[in-house]
């Protein structure tokens, strides 16, 4: 499946990622700064989710998922890594907050990048 087909559905919407810790209990975080990089990759700006760039450090397997008002949407598995610095980072500034934009959190800049490689997909209704 190609996520370039989904980008009305992912880009910038909220989006739930599940990540597992070192004692193997699961996260569970909101994103909301997102978008589809090609068509096996999504990218998220790191604004808080503490918990979630520590779990990816020591377990890099991921689930999100993302729908719409109608209830569809997809179910993502990938492999994530967290950028400080880069690339990566230098995009979600750019693209985040170009404008002046502050979180709800007070952040002015992203804290860094989640790239994943989505390697499965499920569609629902």
């Not at 193997?24 to 979630?52: F, H, Y």
């Not at 450090?57 to 209830?71: H, I, K, Q």
Request: charged share 25%; aromatic share 12%; hydrophobic share 35%.
């Amino acid at each position: 499946m190609n996520l370039l087909d989904y980008k009305e559905l992912i880009d910038g919407k909220p989006m739930h990622i599940a990540t597992i810790n070192s004692d193997n209990n699961p996260n569970l975080s909101v994103a909301s700064d997102i978008r589809v990089l090609e068509e096996n990759k999504i990218i998220i700006s790191v604004n808080e989710m503490n918990n979630t760039q520590r779990n990816i450090s020591y377990n890099p397997n991921v689930v999100l998922t993302v729908f719409n008002e109608e209830w569809v949407g997809l179910r993502m598995y990938g492999k994530a890594k967290f950028y400080k610095d880069g690339e990566y980072y230098d995009f979600c500034n750019k693209t985040f907050f170009s404008n002046g934009e502050v979180t709800p959190f007070g952040a002015t800049k992203p804290k860094g990048a989640i790239v994943i490689n989505i390697e499965k997909v499920e569609k629902f209704k």
